[in-house]
């Protein structure tokens, strides 16, 4: 199941420009639709995204900026470094950990036929920083 099925666009909203978890400061835009991957699947969770489009556009300033994707073919390469980011459990200011790409063969253990192409695995395999550390993402 998707996280926005059965829910309408008004119900939710985007919080931009803030790194606190209760939206200080942050600029709140409505959404106006939801755009779920038209081949999601909800029982191995594949294409498990969804495009939110807003209300009005966002304004670009230092604390908004857009997100750049990379190219539908870019491969990402074993062991490269990425950047994972949230709140974790512990702290109200969002964090950033490094975590490495994990070849697909060697995370399949841990997550059987859930595991499809279209994912990514990433983390360390030796049981590394798998959670935010206090390294801050601003």
């Known amino acids: 199941r998707h996280s926005f099925n059965d829910s309408s666009p008004t119900d939710w909203a985007v919080s931009l420009g803030s790194v606190l978890r209760t939206g200080l400061g942050a600029l709140v835009i409505p959404i106006q639709r939801v755009i779920i991957h038209p081949a ?20 670009v300033s230092y604390t908004i900026q857009p997100v750049c994707l990379p190219s539908p073919v870019h491969l990402f390469m074993e062991n490269s470094e990425c ?56």
Not at 41 to 59: C, Q, R
């Open 40 to 59: 999601f699947n909800g029982t191995n969770m594949d294409h498990d995204v969804a495009l939110l489009e807003l209300a009005v556009p966002a304004p």
């Open 83 to 138: 950047y994972i980011t949230g709140w974790g459990s512990l702290t109200n200011l969002l964090q950033k950990a490094a975590v490495n790409i994990i070849e697909q063969d060697d995370c399949r253990p841990s997550y059987g036929n859930g595991l499809t192409p279209n994912m990514m695995c990433a983390g360390f395999m030796e049981g590394g920083r798998d959670s935010f550390t206090d390294e801050l993402l601003w």
